[in-house]
């Protein structure tokens, strides 16, 4: 089996963008190539502003090519918990602004001739056992998905290969291949836009509305932090949490390959299942295992029970590919879009939870107006400046108790190794040497990496992801690979790389 995304494994053909080389000036400077990035980028562009987008690797590798590639109006947060926390008028909002955005991609699709498998499907939600808490959920959110106009009905009849006691079917959601929708936007519309890939932004001054590389210096008008969490440090993050989750794909050996997105109803762990056509080879995915990032002994056992999901459900033959992505929680339940609260002219968009291919696309749609000066009817609803400690309080609480614990790890004593010797092959342990945390990652080759444990975001200590070889941080999500360089996050600069010798003879 492979660890890469099916998207990433099944999108043929990649474009390259060339690399910033020079110093430039433009009106609006995007940080992050993703879906939220590039419909920016797209609807500035058509509105005349002069923009750039800078991506750290290539367009659409960051969370865009991670994600399950499923487009629906209601939200993972689930539309009665949005009513109970906010009201039912907030609730109806985000049905209409995420109905609008998907019809919005839809239309960007269509306009440019993007071959990206889009197709309209149900959304389901299924119960395997017809439990108190799932009869319960699934009339609730029958009745707020009609009250937000939804054509939801609820049904024994949901398509899957293996038994369901009942669901609730949502009629006109949609599915589609994200990573050949972002190569095939960027292709269609990069005359409009200039986008720079391998360009890593290192720093980010608000005051100055200016980005510099390693080597230049953008100067814009307006910046948009597109990077899923924004880069640097922002209020935000203490109001959300960072989460991993896990996907396999395989094939079918008989049965059918279930059409549409299905999401299961269950008190405990809960797995979405979708099946994907590549080019006439069918899969079937399920995606699950949800954590917190940094807070997982071992994600490998994580992979082993999806895989376990599907082998007691499906006739599998085999199993192909092998992923994780992340996604950011927010305390209130809604994403964060707008300004960030030290000036008018930086924008972020966060806290998507795993519904970012939607809200990167309203986030787009809100931000572009509000540059333009324009009135967006969504803009106070998910205003990024909000603060809300009634709907927040027990997330945010619960965050923030889990951050200070993080924190609190980098007491002495809490190393799980002492020695060098102790940390085995294809093994990550946190060693301390005189005071000092160490990331101590031994590869196949018997080869060691060493890396400081200290994340460089705020400072908090490390832990290692055994099935994504990765330094993972467990307050506000940044990981690293073995070598220390910043995968993915808040972080700018990566782990301070470390020698055996060096930290032996540290007096
Ligand atoms: Fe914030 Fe590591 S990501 S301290």
Redesign the pocket.
Known sequence: MKTTSIWKATADKQINFPPLQKDITVDVAIVGGGITGLMSALFLSEAGKKVAVFEALNVGLGTTGYSTGNLYSIVDEHLSKIKSKWDKEVMINVVKSRSRALDLIEQTINKFGIECDFARQPFHYFAEKLDDYAVEFLNEEHTTAQEAGLNATLTSDIPLNFPVERGLRIENQAQFHPLKFIRGLAEKVSDKFMIFENTKIEEIDEDNITLKTASNTIKADKIIIATHTPKG?FAV?SFMG?YREYGVAGTLKSGNYPQGIFWQVSEGKKHSVRSFNDNGKNYIMVIGEKHKT?QEDDSTNREQRLEKYLKVRCDIDTFEYRWGGQHYRSADGLAFIGQSFMTDDTYIATGFATDGLVYGTLAAMIIKDHILGKRNEYFEMYNSRRITPLKSAASFIKENIN?VI??LKDYPGNADADEFSEVKKDEGKIIEIKGEKCGVYRDEDDKLHIVSAV??????I?NWNNLEKSWD??????RFNCKGEVIE???FSGLTLLTETKLKNKK
Not at 473 to 478: A, E, V
């Open positions: 440090i993050q960072p940094g951050e993080q924190y994340c460089t975001h705020m400072k908090c490390v941080c467990p307050c506000h999500g940044s996050g808040p972080a």
